[in-house]
């Protein structure tokens, strides 16, 4: 069973800084990448990390100030969040695929899902 358990999240004041982490157990990874969930909206986009080139994808409003990068000798993730404001609150989810079965800025193109961290940013 595909576990992704993600970690860092916290509250942090505007302007500043966090980095998410997200651990994989060991599966054909295609793309692993974070979408997040601000209260009473939709899923979100944030980013994406294409295994095989190297390819990085992201949400017009993080472009800029996101970067997402990995470690593939360990099936982990990383997104660095900086000159955060509070609309970044939200909770993050970490995603994974195995395969492209559609647009990989589409959360229905994953398979796998973390179960959330919270992310806080006070004004």
């Known amino acids: 069973q595909v576990q992704l358990v993600e970690s860092g999240g916290g509250l942090v004041q505007a302007g500043g800084s966090l980095r998410l982490s997200c651990a994989a157990s060991?599966?054909?990874?295609?793309?692993m990448g974070w979408f997040r969930r601000a209260p009473g909206k939709e899923r979100e986009f944030v980013a994406t990390?294409?295994?095989?080139?190297?390819?990085?994808y992201y949400g017009a409003s993080v472009k800029g100030r996101f970067t997402i990068s990995r470690d593939n000798t360990k099936n982990t993730v990383y997104l660095q969040m900086n000159s955060l404001t509070p609309e970044n609150t939200a909770v993050y989810y970490c995603?994974?695929?195995?395969?492209?079965?559609?647009?990989?800025?589409?959360?229905?193109?994953?398979?796998?899902w973390g179960q959330g961290t919270q992310v806080t940013v006070s004004s």
């Open positions: 995603a994974g695929t195995s395969g492209l079965s559609g647009s990989l800025t589409y959360w229905y193109t994953y398979a796998y």
């Open positions: 060991a599966f054909s990874v295609y793309a």
């Open positions: 990390f294409k295994w095989s080139d190297g390819s990085t």
